[in-house]
T-cell receptor, first 112, second 115 residues
Framework: DAGVTQSPTHLIKTRGQQVTLRCSPISGHKSVSWYQQVLGQGPQFIFQYYEKEERGRGNFPDRFSARQFPNYSSELNVNALLLGDSALYLC???????????FGPGTRLTVT | KQEVTQIPAALSVPEGENLVLNCSFTDSAIYNLQWFRQDPGKGLTSLLLIQSSQREQTSGRLNASLDKSSGRSTLYIAASQPGDSATYLCAVTSPRGGSNYKLTFGKGTLLTVNP
């Protein structure tokens, strides 16, 4: 079975621009979570979606938004990019929200 | 607020050595604890999951223990190999009974196994 997939792999954007990152969960998994990992740190929780509804939000500004589609795939949007948004963005899926989470390869975002 | 600490931040050992990585968390109301491996610039690979009611889990050369009351977990790696070189991350799912089952991560331990 395919694991969690994310696209694109790498992305370079300019300050002030907007970006959309995509995630496809493992087949049958209903929950998708997004994490931001800056260099040298552990991942930080951004959002959790379950059955197409937002079930949790981390300490991130309103420039960050997400949604989950009927097929359980998800998009993370970041508006008005700042240099500090440069990071590895990780998507994780799980069968239910509290179960073992499986991570994708991540999207490396560089803001210049 | 849940906080996770991993000690040491970095560890360098010769091949074949047994080693222990440590993880501590401040709030014992966790649902489970996961250990992950991360290679440079890559995503996370789940190694072991311990439910809050369990004391340990084993997979091959890896053994993870959990002492929820003291807020501690250890990852034991037997007979280390150069291929084990990576960053190891500990994360807890909390809060138990809450509506938001997020993972809270430590900063990781960078392991280097020298041939």
């Amino acid at each position: 079975d395919a694991g969690v997939t994310q696209s694109p792999t790498h992305l370079i954007k300019t300050r002030g621009q907007q970006v959309t990152l995509r995630c496809s969960p493992i087949s049958g998994h209903k929950s998708v979570s997004w994490y931001q990992q800056v260099l040298g740190q552990g991942p930080q929780f951004i959002f959790q979606y379950y059955e197409k509804e937002e079930r949790g939000r981390g300490n991130f500004p309103d420039r960050f938004s997400a949604r989950q589609f009927p097929n359980y795939s998800s998009e993370l949007n970041v508006n008005a990019l700042l240099l500090g948004d440069s990071a590895l963005y990780l998507c994780a899926s799980s069968l239910e929200r509290q179960y073992e989470q499986y991570f994708g390869p991540g999207t490396r975002l560089t803001v210049t | 607020k849940q906080e996770v600490t991993q000690i040491p931040a970095a560890l360098s050992v010769p091949e074949g050595e047994n080693l222990v990585l440590n993880c501590s968390f401040t709030d014992s109301a966790i649902y489970n604890l996961q250990w992950f491996r991360q290679d440079p610039g890559k995503g996370l690979t789940s190694l072991l999951l311990i439910q809050s009611s369990q004391r340990e889990q084993t997979s091959g050369r890896l053994n993870a223990s959990l002492d929820k009351s003291s807020g501690r977990s250890t990852l034991y790696i037997a007979a280390s190999q150069p291929g084990d070189s990576a960053t190891y991350l500990c994360a807890v799912t909390s809060p138990r009974g809450g509506s938001n089952y997020k993972l809270t991560f430590g900063k990781g331990t960078l392991l280097t196994v020298n041939p």
